[in-house]
């Protein structure tokens, strides 16, 4: 059974930076695409940025240029670099392969962007 946990959320300033992680605890980074999500409040989750096991990477318009993914597959871990935050990418992060699958979904990790 593979086990996603997201961590490196937090409260951040307009204009300011995170860096999120997803550890996982099996090596699938080099089986699936894995992908970051995110839900706000009162919203869909949506797909945010994805990289495919060969290394290419996607991104929401809405990111584009902003967000950069990343993936150590020594580590099994996966990175967002979040920067030029806006407030309205304040929602919980989720990671899972791309297509998501139901038992990947992991607690998320809060993203809040407010001055």
């Known amino acids: 059974q593979v086990q996603l946990v997201e961590s490196g959320g937090g409260l951040v300033q307009p204009g300011g930076s995170l860096r999120l992680s997803c550890a996982a605890s099996?090596?699938?980074?080099?089986?699936?695409?894995m992908g970051w999500y995110r839900q706000a409040p009162g919203k869909q989750r949506e797909l945010v940025a994805f990289?495919?096991?060969?290394?290419?990477?996607n991104y929401a318009d809405s990111v584009k240029g902003r967000f950069t993914i990343s993936r150590d597959n020594a580590k099994n871990t996966m990175y967002l670099q979040m920067n030029s935050l806006k407030p309205e990418d304040t929602a919980v992060y989720y990671c899972?392969?791309?297509?998501?699958?139901?038992?990947?979904w992991g607690q998320g990790t809060q993203v809040t962007v407010s001055s």
């Open positions: 899972n392969s791309r297509p998501s699958r139901d038992d990947y």
């Open positions: 099996g090596s699938i980074f080099r089986i699936y695409a």
């Open positions: 990289i495919r096991v060969g290394g290419s990477t």
